[in-house]
């Protein structure tokens, strides 16, 4: 999905989450914001860490940082 994103808005500056390329679901074309899938990086947490800490890498690390006005939009597509 994102190398189809990236191809499709070429020339727009996109604010990637390291590590969670395969999360990426779609994108707020209004902001050109990246919108990724909340059970997708849990997923791909989970293959590095326990489920414990998984969740609260995530909700910390990851949702719970602001990184501009591209930040990241999250999609609560599951519930922890």
Request: proline residues 0%.
């Amino acid at each position: 999905m994102l190398e189809s994103i990236v191809e499709h808005y070429e020339g727009e500056e996109l604010l990637k989450a390291d590590g969670f390329d395969d999360a990426v679901i779609g994108i707020d074309e209004k902001t050109m914001r990246l919108i990724y899938s909340v059970s997708k990086c849990l997923d791909i947490l989970k293959k590095e860490m326990n489920e414990e800490d998984t969740i609260e890498h995530f909700l910390y690390n990851v949702s719970g940082s602001y990184v501009g006005e591209k930040t990241h939009i999250w999609c609560w597509d599951t519930f922890i």
